[in-house]
């Protein structure tokens, strides 16, 4: 029934241009802080980008001023626009779904979506 779907990688130049988005299902998306993980070969996964029910967001250091979260609770959705993108920014990309409510407890996962950067 929890679906959560990303789309939207693929294979860019360095200092192109890419937005992903997942689509979600099966949860209460206004109590959820959605979140994009990565993770590259050989390294944990770390948090790319977060977004509470309210719209406060936060982001890696390695990504701020380049990429931006946003969700549009209407469309079950949370986005994430990727700009000047660099090689070391290649990862598959995941969406992460949290409860903000302590009463009501989950953490749910997409399977993840490749972003390849190219020299």
């Known amino acids: 029934q929890v679906r959560l779907v990303e789309s939207g990688g693929g294979l860019v130049q360095a200092g192109g241009s890419l937005r992903l988005s997942c689509a979600s299902s099966g949860i209460i998306f206004s109590i959820s802080t959605m979140n994009w993980y990565r993770q590259a070969p050989g390294k944990q996964r770390e948090l790319v980008a977060a977004?509470?029910?309210?719209?406060?967001?936060n982001y890696a250091r390695s990504v701020k001023d380049r990429f931006t979260i946003s969700r549009d609770n209407a469309k079950n959705s949370v986005y994430l626009q990727m700009n000047s993108l660099k090689p070391e920014d290649t990862a598959v990309y995941y969406c992460?779904?949290?409860?903000?409510?302590?009463?009501?407890?989950?953490?749910?996962w997409g399977q993840g979506t490749q972003v390849t950067v190219s020299a």
């Open positions: 977004i509470t029910g309210g719209g406060s967001t």
């Open positions: 992460n779904a949290v409860s903000s409510v302590p009463v009501v407890q989950y953490d749910y």
